[in-house]
């Protein structure tokens, strides 16, 4: 089994997809990254082939624009999203790339390939070809496997294997047995595990970078309106819903006074239950629109563990920030057993890898905060979880829009929800494991018929009555 970190879970990236989009991002810049100057100087065109789901789908989710700016260099992490367009249309008036100082021949409208068919190993894959003078040729292939993990062929999947953990986790049963034998909390076992791959400072400082990325995002997404790119006319609704919210609260000028300012209205049930609302919409607005989110663990799924961690500083007694730690650790671990047990890919799962696994690691990491035992935040993870199996994923025109925006604010209020029976039950008499959700979420996305996979072939997807956008 892979030892994955909580930040392996939660990665900071762009837009719209971390499978579709984020995914082969890296993968083009690990292909650039590992060209050197001399082989490089004999190469005289490159081109990309996406198969599968990224091809049914990709122009909606922007693949063709992620693996342009990783063959220019850009880090996700980093990389001015204002300017994303500029960049790709710089290369497109060139038709070139320059790796090493040396330009080469790209054509994107040529020489990005959209073949339909499938790989065997995964839906998501792509490859890249470079030409030398010499008539020869390299081509790497690489899978995006969900949350913006790549694989590339023929190769491990990560340092992560080589790791020894105080306390190995591969299933929900084993992280149980951990909290009972050291009488502490799910986030003290995986705490203890982060401290393997990283000092505990740099854990803080990773913990407070993502933190904060996730609340500029929701507060950029409650500060802009127009319409959403892609073709739909979607209408930006966090920025409407957010400024009613706020009708008599005067403006602010930062994320951290608006938040105080939130915390200080009325806390009546219909409010509160649209700021949570308003908190995803925004989180995946922003994502539709090339913004920068985290993957929690995709970004289609990125506004339900915000919206629900927000929930929490605004609106329970006695909120403290010092417990966005333990939210982060338990939640990160919930998703890293379904990532080892099942999947969090759309492509292989449908919406039930990306909104299903969202609802369920938010559940477990409120319910943490609020006092639940370890039994209650698995019990809160499965309840989450089992009202989602089956969850279709069938994004209209290939985009990340309808029904995806929307299905973070169900996702957050199913979390919610989740969370509240866990912590009204005696988990010790629950019927249904966390570990027999898994496996069987793993099994109905195997017996899933492969047009609610992400393909915009099934669903909503071809049944909506307007006219479909082509981009």
């Not at 920025?239 to 403006?251: R, V």
């Not at 990306?354 to 809160?380: K, W």
């Not at 010790?428 to 992400?454: F, G």
Request: glycine residues 8%; contains cysteine.
């Amino acid at each position: 089994m892979e030892r994955l970190s909580v930040f392996d879970i939660f990665k900071i990236g762009v837009g719209p997809s971390s499978s579709h989009t984020l995914g082969p991002w890296k993968a083009a810049l690990d292909f650039r990254n590992s060209i050197g100057p001399e082989e490089w100087s004999k190469v005289h065109t490159l081109e990309v082939f996406l198969y599968g789901s990224l091809s049914k789908t990709g122009k909606g989710h922007g693949t063709d624009i992620a693996v342009i700016m990783g063959l220019l260099g850009h880090d996700p992490v980093t990389v001015n999203t204002a300017k994303i367009n500029d960049f790709v249309q710089e290369v497109y008036n060139e038709e070139s790339i320059s790796i090493h100082d040396k330009p080469v021949y790209f054509a994107p409208n040529t020489h990005i390939h959209f073949e339909p068919f499938e790989k065997e190993y995964h839906p998501n894959t792509l490859e890249i070809l470079i030409r030398f003078n010499d008539n020869t040729h390299r081509r790497e292939q690489y899978y995006s496997v969900g949350g913006g993990f790549i694989e590339k062929q023929n190769q491990s999947k990560g340092n992560a294997h080589s790791i020894e953990l105080p306390f190995p986790i591969d299933r929900a049963s084993e992280l149980l047995n951990y909290t009972i034998q050291n009488k502490c909390a799910i986030s003290d076992v995986v705490y203890e595990n982060e401290k393997a791959f990283r000092p505990e400072d740099a854990i803080n400082t990773q913990i407070a970078s993502i933190y904060d990325t996730m609340l500029q995002c929701v507060y950029r997404g409650c500060h802009t309106e127009g319409i959403l790119p892609g073709g739909l006319s979607v209408t930006r609704r966090a920025y409407t819903l957010s400024s009613q919210l706020m009708e008599l609260t005067k403006s602010t000028n930062n994320p951290e006074e608006w938040l105080h300012n939130i915390k200080n209205q009325k806390h009546a049930f219909n409010t509160i239950n649209k700021w949570v609302s308003c908190f995803a919409l925004a989180v995946n607005e922003e994502n539709a629109a090339f913004g920068r989110v985290v993957t929690s663990p995709t970004n289609g799924a990125a506004g339900v563990i915000p919206a629900v961690l927000l929930y929490y500083l605004c609106f329970c007694d006695n909120a403290q920030e010092s417990d966005i730690k333990k939210f982060i650790l338990t939640s990160g671990e919930i998703g890293s057993l379904f990532k080892k047990g099942a999947t969090i890919s759309a492509a292989v799962g449908g919406c039930q890898a990306e909104i299903g696994v969202s609802s369920s690691m938010a559940a477990a990491g409120l319910t943490e905060i609020l006092g639940g035992n370890p039994q209650q935040v698995l019990m809160a993870a499965e309840i989450a979880m089992e009202h989602h199996l089956g969850l279709t994923c069938d994004p209209i025109g290939g985009l990340v829009q309808i029904p995806c925006i929307e299905r973070n604010a169900m996702g957050a209020m199913k979390a919610i929800t989740a969370s509240t029976l866990a912590l009204s039950s005696d988990a010790n008499r629950a019927i249904v494991s966390l570990d027999d959700v898994i496996k069987t979420m793993w099994e109905t996305a195997q017996d899933m018929n492969n047009k609610y996979k992400e393909t915009a072939e099934g669903g909503l997807a071809i049944n909506l009555s307007v006219i479909q956008p082509s981009c």
